[in-house]
């Protein structure tokens, strides 16, 4: 099992800066990959990006290339997102999610979630 603690949402004006935090516990080791998603109000959770916990390798999604930058410490267990040059239709639940992996598994982890506002 993995547990997933998120930190860092609120609220900022557009143009603003924010840096959401995620810490993982528990089955730290058998973690593969681990990302952020994010689900507006009425809309389906959408992959904002996502790192590999191996080579650091990351994805983005087009509407936030640029503008975001999604770090890790393996130390420490945790995955952090960047945001920058926040817009109004940034305004979401940002949730982080875990990929752990085995020889013959695969299971996602997700935390609470965090509320990012942007306000124009």
């Known amino acids: 099992q993995v547990q997933l603690v998120e930190s860092g949402g609120g609220l900022v004006q557009a143009g603003g800066s924010l840096r959401l935090s995620c810490s993982a516990s528990?089955?730290?080791?058998?973690?593969?990959?681990m990302g952020w998603y994010r689900q507006a109000p009425g809309k389906q959770r959408d992959l904002v990006a996502t790192?590999?916990?191996?080579?650091?390798?990351?994805t983005y999604a087009d509407s936030v290339k640029g503008r975001f930058t999604i770090s890790r410490d393996n130390v420490k267990n945790s995955v952090y997102l960047q945001m920058n040059s926040l817009k109004p239709e940034d305004t979401a639940v940002y949730y982080c999610?875990?990929?752990?992996?085995?020889?013959?598994?695969?299971?996602?982890?997700w935390g609470q979630g965090t509320q990012v506002t942007v306000s124009s």
């Open positions: 528990g089955s730290t080791s058998s973690i593969a990959v």
């Open positions: 790192i590999t916990t191996g080579g650091g390798y990351t």
């Open positions: 999610n875990a990929i752990s992996r085995g020889r013959f598994w695969e299971r996602d982890y």
